[in-house]
């Protein structure tokens, strides 16, 4: 059975960093894919960083140089290193695991950016 489990999210002050992880299980997740998406109310889920199987990443732009993804194949996880955090960061956080027609979800974690 797959699980993907996010966790790290919180409520934060601009300017602030935050650290997700998105533990997956059931998958042989070093040959996957590694997403986060996001999704501020009102509003359609984003994309916002991919980690390959090579580790070759990429990023929404409005978050260059702010947000670093990672993966760590020993423990399974993948990471979301968010710095400099603004309040239209905040949004539920999803992570994907994706490889070939396969897709698995996790059910995300919330990030609040306030002062």
């Known amino acids: 059975q797959v699980q993907i489990v996010e966790s790290g999210g919180g409520l934060v002050q601009p300017g602030d960093s935050l650290k997700l992880s998105c533990a997956a299980s059931g998958i042989s997740f070093s040959s996957y894919f590694m997403r986060w998406y996001r999704q501020a109310p009102g509003k359609q889920r984003e994309w916002v960083a991919t980690?390959?199987?090579?580790?070759?990443?990429d990023y929404v732009d409005s978050v260059k140089g702010r947000f670093t993804i990672s993966r760590d194949n020993t423990k399974s996880t993948v990471y979301l290193q968010m710095d400099s955090l603004k309040p239209e960061d905040t949004a539920v956080y999803y992570c994907?695991?994706?490889?070939?027609?396969?897709?698995?979800w996790g059910q995300g974690t919330q990030v609040t950016v306030s002062s």
């Open positions: 980690m390959t199987a090579r580790g070759v990443t």
């Open positions: 994907k695991a994706s490889y070939g027609i396969s897709d698995y």
